[in-house]
Every structure is written in C-alpha cells, then in structure tokens.
C-alpha cells in the first residue's frame, strides 16, 4: 500500500458519520434488525446462507453486556420464519468478556440454551490477540454443555495450531470458522507477511477438513479457495448431499460478490455475513482499511462537502 492510501486511512476516523454511512451500506445490512431480515431474504432467494450479527464491541459494563445478550434473544423470533439455516454471531466483548469471564459464559450460555431450542446455531467470534486465552476458556466451558456452539481460530497467529490441536482433542466435531485474522498483531506473536499468513491457513484448512470437525472456510482469497477446493475433490468431500457436508465456504457481505456466486454456482454451500446495528462505525473502519480504492472515494466526497 502506497503512502497516500495509508494516508487516506489514517484519515477515515475523522469523516463525518454521515458520509461514512453511504459506504457503510455496502457492508452493512443496516440499522434495524428489519433491514437485516430483508437482506437475508434476498441473499436466500439467490441460494446464499447467512450469518446474522449485530454490530457491537468493547462492552465493558455488566449492564451493556446484559443489553447486548437481550438484542440477540430478540432477534430470535422474528429470525424463525425468514430463514431456518441462519447461524447468529457474536463477538466475545459484545457479551462482557471485558468486564468478566463468567458473566461472559453466563450470557453465551443462556443464548445457546435459547437459539437451540429455535434450532440456531451460535458462532462466538475471535477478537484482538489480548481477549484469546479468555474468549477460548469461556469458549470451552459453554462448549462442553451445548453442541450448537462454534469458535474462530486466526492463522495469522503462531498459536493456532496448538490451539487447534486442543480443541479437536477435547472436542472432536469441533465446529471452527477459519480466518487469517484482521487484527494486526505484534511479530512475536503472530505471521506478519501475507504469504505466512495464507500458508498457514493453508495448513490449518488440510488439518480441518481432515478431521471429523466441522469448518467455515472464511475468506476471499482465491489461492485458498482454490487449495481447498482441491482438498475437498481428494478427500471426495463434496460426495454427500450438502446438508450432510462439514464444510462451508463464508464471505462478508459487500466484499467478492462474484467469488461468492462462483462458488455457489460450483455445488458448494455459501454463507454471506451480514452485520447490523447502530454500531457499524468500527466495523465500517476496519472494511475501508482493506478497501483503499473505496477509502479514497470516501475522502474526496469529504474534501468535496459532501
Ligand atoms: C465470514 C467472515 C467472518 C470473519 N470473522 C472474523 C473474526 O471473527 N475474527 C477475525 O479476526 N477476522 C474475521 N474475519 C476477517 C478475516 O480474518 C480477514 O481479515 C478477511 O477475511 C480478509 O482475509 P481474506 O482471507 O479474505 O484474504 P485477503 O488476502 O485479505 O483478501 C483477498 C481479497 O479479497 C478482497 N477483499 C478482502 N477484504 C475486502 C474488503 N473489505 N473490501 C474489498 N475487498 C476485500 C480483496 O480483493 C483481496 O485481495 C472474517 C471474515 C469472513 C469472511
């Protein structure tokens, strides 16, 4: 990325929210669970599944958390009649792991309890590389008592792998949401370089897609897709019916439409993200950080008065 992109995006914290928004929209079903519901609606009619989210982290009061938990049992009703194979997200500090870990796992818990009696599933998401240790250990203790509950796992991260390794141990149907990761983390940590990054994702798919896990392959990256769409052909993956599959591939919605229609089109369930909330403005930042060309557009209409 050249300087001036990084300029642009060093920017993008001072637009105005009201321009944001305009290209928010791209990456955001909307503010209201309605327009999400309308959007899942739409990406239904074109063969895509979904994953429901409602925008929000950093909660650090047991109030905020308790909030938070309360949106996502709200949305389960009004969800049951629009689409059965919704899965809903949530990202660990949504649910108060900031303020504590019990109250995160009591929320996570109670959330599962309620989505499986309406047959969801729930993916708790990955943060930053400071909430890991504590957004697995809430992971692990809800996982033990609900099987509809999923985790991320990040291949940017030098961890990972033991991580993964773990997890299969304890939990051999694991259900994992493979990304690279879009925390930029220090060095000692984590794969900086873009190759690593993809290499091992590249190994940790192999190792996914070989066990009797599950996995959401998350990603636009057309070398990955195409080294597991070549793993999937050997190990004759795509042989049973796709509801039988325990494999996926996931893209957010706004990003590679094209990839996502290609891929639907070759035989393979497609899930799209679909966000929303009045809290997109983090979430809209870190899109527009991977989206320079869109980035700049958003500055001229700002230099402009837009
Ligand atoms: C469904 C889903 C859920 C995710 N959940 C998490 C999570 O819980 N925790 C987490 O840390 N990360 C999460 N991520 C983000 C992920 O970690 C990566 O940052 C992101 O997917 C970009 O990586 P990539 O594999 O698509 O490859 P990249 O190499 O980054 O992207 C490949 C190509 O896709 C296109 N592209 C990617 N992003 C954009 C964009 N915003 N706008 C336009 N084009 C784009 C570009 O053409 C790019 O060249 C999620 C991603 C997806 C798809």
């Given at each position: 990325m050249g300087l001036f992109d990084r300029l642009v995006i060093a920017g993008l914290?001072?637009?105005?929210r009201r321009v944001l928004w305009t290209v928010a929209r791209r990456y955001v079903a909307g503010q209201s669970l309605d327009e999400a519901l309308a959007r899942i609606t739409a990406l239904r009619a074109e063969g895509f599944d979904t994953i429901l989210d409602i925008l929000g982290e950093g909660e650090s009061s047991e109030a905020q958390a308790r909030a938070a938990a309360a949106s996502y049992h709200e949305l389960l009703a009004p969800l049951a009649p629009v689409d059965p194979h919704c899965t809903i997200a949530v990202k660990p500090t949504h649910l108060g792991l900031l303020h504590s870990e019990d109250l995160c796992a009591e929320l996570l818990a109670e959330l599962c309890v309620a989505a499986a009696a309406a047959q969801r599933f729930v993916r708790f998401e990955m943060e930053d590389a400071p909430t890991i240790d504590g957004t697995l250990r809430v992971f692990e203790t809800v996982r033990e008592q609900h099987s509809n509950l999923g985790c991320v796992l990040q291949s940017r991260l030098f961890r990972t792998g033991s991580d993964l390794e773990r997890l299969l141990t304890r939990f051999p149907d694991l259900n994992v949401r493979l990304v690279k990761g879009i925390y930029l983390e220090p060095a000692s940590i984590a794969h900086t370089d873009h190759a690593a990054i993809t290499r091992a994702y590249l190994e940790l798919a192999d190792r996914l897609l070989e066990s009797d896990g599950h996995v959401g392959l998350a990603t636009h990256d057309d070398e990955i897709v195409a080294h597991t769409q070549a793993t999937i052909r050997r190990l004759e993956l795509d042989a049973p019916p796709q509801h039988e599959r325990r494999h996926e591939y996931q893209l957010l919605m706004g990003v590679r439409k094209p990839l996502a229609e290609q891929l639907r089109d070759a035989g393979h369930r497609v899930r799209i993200y679909v966000p929303f909330g009045a809290d997109w403005h983090a979430y809209t930042l870190r899109r527009l950080k991977y989206n320079p060309e869109i980035a700049r557009h958003v500055m001229r209409a700002v230099l402009r008065g837009d």
């Open positions: 914290p001072l637009v105005p």
